[in-house]
């Protein structure tokens, strides 16, 4: 993995949720690759600690933390903790989220007699319980987080937040409302955020990753033998570069909005990281 040259973040603390995860670990190894000392927060704590070793044994400083970004007493314990061993937040990546079976129809449309068919997961009996979970892991676990950290970001030279937002927000999914939708809100409430945190020098803006292969949704992109699932041949077709991101794809654009040098005036934007499906009509 290699640092887009010209960024430095030496002498910056970074904290990133749902950094125990494939895109959130890669991150938080850019950013440490990239000079910044991070905190690694995650609900899983071993999936935290694995990858603040991996970036210790690098040469780099991290720290491994059990953070629940829906529980704000987690969340001010681990600004406690990172206050008092890496000093004051200077960049906050809000990368947890995700959706749950619970929260997805069966089908991409709804057909006449799927309304009274047994095992089949409608608009309307998707279950409120894991629609409530899926907004508010994507939605309150943005807010809440910047709540916390962003209190020490005040006046702060540099301070920035990234969200991570998703395709979602520009093009909804079949099947995944709760997701659209909360990605959605994350989109609106950076705009938001950079409104109102820009009289005290905190920038905010997103990253919208178009299709990258994750633990999460391995096995809605690959069949069992490795075969790509009907829904992965739909994507690439409206995807004008043809393939599936990788993690190097996202590294310039973190790098750049984690800078002030780089991205001093850049504020309240999405950034689409996706291959070109956001622009793509299909015809």
Request: aromatic share 8%; net charge negative.
């Amino acid at each position: 993995m290699s640092v887009a040259s010209g960024i430095s973040l030496a002498g910056k603390v970074a904290v990133l949720t749902g950094a125990g995860g494939v895109i959130g670990s890669h991150f938080a190894q850019v950013l440490s690759q990239a000079g910044a000392a991070v905190g690694i927060a995650d609900v899983n704590l071993d999936a935290a600690q694995r990858v603040a070793d991996e970036i210790e044994k690098r040469g780099g400083t991290a720290l491994a933390l059990q953070v629940n970004v829906l529980d704000k007493s987690s969340l001010q314990a681990a600004r406690e903790e990172v206050l008092a061993k890496l000093g004051p937040v200077d960049i906050l990546v809000n990368g947890a989220g995700g959706n749950h079976p619970k929260a997805t129809t069966t089908k991409e449309v709804l057909e006449p007699g799927d309304v009274d068919a047994d095992g089949v997961a409608t608009f309307f009996n998707l279950d409120a319980d894991g629609i409530n979970f899926v907004f508010n892991l994507n939605f309150l676990g943005t807010l809440l987080p910047t709540q916390v950290f962003a209190q020490d970001m005040v006046m702060r030279k540099g301070a920035t937040i990234i969200n991570i937002s998703s395709m979602n927000a520009f093009r909804p999914l079949t099947k995944i409302p709760a997701y659209s939708a909360a990605k959605a809100a994350v989109s609106n409430f950076t705009q938001w955020l950079a409104v109102h945190f820009a009289p005290v020098g905190i920038r905010v803006n997103a990253i919208a990753p178009g299709f990258f292969v994750t633990h999460q949704n391995r096995n809605l992109l690959y069949e069992g033998n490795g075969e790509l699932t009907d829904r992965s041949r739909k994507i690439l077709a409206h995807t004008p570069m043809a393939r599936f991101g990788e993690l190097s794809d996202l590294t310039g654009t973190l790098l750049w909005l984690a800078s002030e040098e780089a991205s001093g005036f850049v504020d309240g934007i999405v950034v689409p990281v996706d291959g070109g499906f956001s622009a793509y009509s299909g015809v």
